[in-house]
């Protein structure tokens, strides 16, 4: 009986999503919104791939594939990666979209107390899925123009650090790190003996130049991409990592007891999708981010984001909170910067909408900007 009214785990008490579901409870309300929320492409699985999970289905690949993945798909992952970086021989790890790659990477690394340096804004997960495992993230201020300093990541390591998150191009800025910034930055943590976590999952999405990784910069680099942004299979939880031997060893063995694998048919699909040229989307999303930066940039205080698909205006008035409450009750479905980050000074728009809906959204947010 005593146990009826135990309470929940104290590590549930350290995961907020009061941010996001204040905004889908106000969403809830409105008819027909401009809903510049989502963090998904509104493109589909190209055709090819979804039949080459169709036939894997049809052909009886339903089952557990090994833990680490279908190992003709770690070949050709290993094999893209050789030809980007012109040598490789690492361990692949296919992974249950790279946020399951980021839980197994963090599992497998940190002990509780430990310190992670996370550059702010950030994604959303890092902070609490660093916070579940009894971890502490420090968040490094990025602001105004979202640029990696190494000074400022050199004052906040700390003999508890651990570990550096890098996310380029990022979410929810879209900041694309430059070759020199990641130089700087991987420096640091090779002085002070951290792992690199590289969150790449939006890597395709770079508009003005190819975004670099931080990969050959370091041996001490956990490499996390994806599936789910480049090919619009954002429910078919697909990624892979890669990195240190030994880590990539552990994230597996927690895979096992986790995940078990990734699932089996859409192993297969993604082997489809490294043959697929999406440059045609990217374009198009490259043509959107010109219409939503030239239409909000003589009303508000913003970058321009050289990738992934979202931009992060500052909120007139200086709260993101209240600002996004005015755009919600006007329609226009966005995201509040605290969500994201130790401010609240900003707000999220996510362009991965088609044209007209951008206009309509441009349009309302500098009426409420006025």
């Known amino acids: ?71 003709t798909l770690r070949a050709r992952i290993a094999e893209t990666l050789r030809d980007e970086f012109g040598s490789f021989d690492g361990p692949v790890l296919v992974t249950s979209g790279v946020s399951g ?28 899925l660093v916070n579940l495992i009894g971890a502490r993230p420090v968040f490094v201020d990025t602001y105004p123009d979202f640029r990696l300093k190494t000074d400022r990541l050199e004052a906040a390591v700390s003999e508890r650090t651990r570990m550096l998150i890098l996310n380029s191009p990022a979410n929810p800025t879209g900041a694309v790190y430059s070759r020199s910034e990641l130089a700087g930055a991987v420096e640091v943590a090779r002085r002070h003996n951290l792992l690199v976590l590289s969150d790449e999952i939006y890597r395709d999405f770079a508009y003005d130049e190819p975004a670099a990784s931080a990969w050959p910069l ?34 597996t ?51 321009k984001p050289g990738g992934a698909f979202y931009i992060f205006p500052e909120a007139p008035g200086g709260s993101g909170t209240t600002f996004v409450t005015r755009a919600i009750e006007a329609g226009v479905l966005i995201i509040p910067g605290a969500v994201f980050s130790e401010r609240d000074t900003h707000f999220r728009i996510s362009y991965a909408a088609d044209t007209e809906t951008l206009k309509r959204g441009i349009e309302v947010l500098n009426r409420l900007a006025r």
């Open 101 to 128: 790659g980021i839980l197994l990477a963090l599992l497998a690394t940190l002990n509780p107390g430990d310190e992670v340096l996370v550059p702010d804004p950030y994604f959303v997960m890092y902070k609490h």
């Open 1 to 71: 009986m005593a146990n009826e009214n135990r309470p929940l785990a104290e590590r549930v008490a350290r995961i907020d999503a009061s941010g996001i579901r204040k905004v889908f409870e106000l969403a809830a309300r409105l008819k027909d919104p401009v809903n510049l929320s989502i963090g998904q492409p509104d493109f589909d699985v190209p055709d090819a791939c979804k039949e080459r999970a169709i036939v894997a289905i049809r052909a009886g690949a339903n089952r557990y594939t090994v833990t680490q993945g279908d190992a």
């Open 218 to 251: 370091c041996d001490r680099v956990i490499l996390l991409r994806g599936f789910s942004k480049s090919y619009g299979m954002t429910g078919w939880r697909l990624g892979y990592a890669t990195g240190p031997a030994d880590i990539i060893g552990a994230m």
């Open 253 to 303: 063995t927690l895979q096992q007891y986790t995940f078990v694998c990734a699932p089996a048919p859409f192993q297969h699909a993604a082997l489809e999708a490294l043959e697929t040229d999406i440059s045609s989307h990217v374009e198009v999303f490259r043509e959107r981010r010109d219409l939503i930066y030239e239409g909000l940039r003589d009303r508000f205080r913003v970058e």
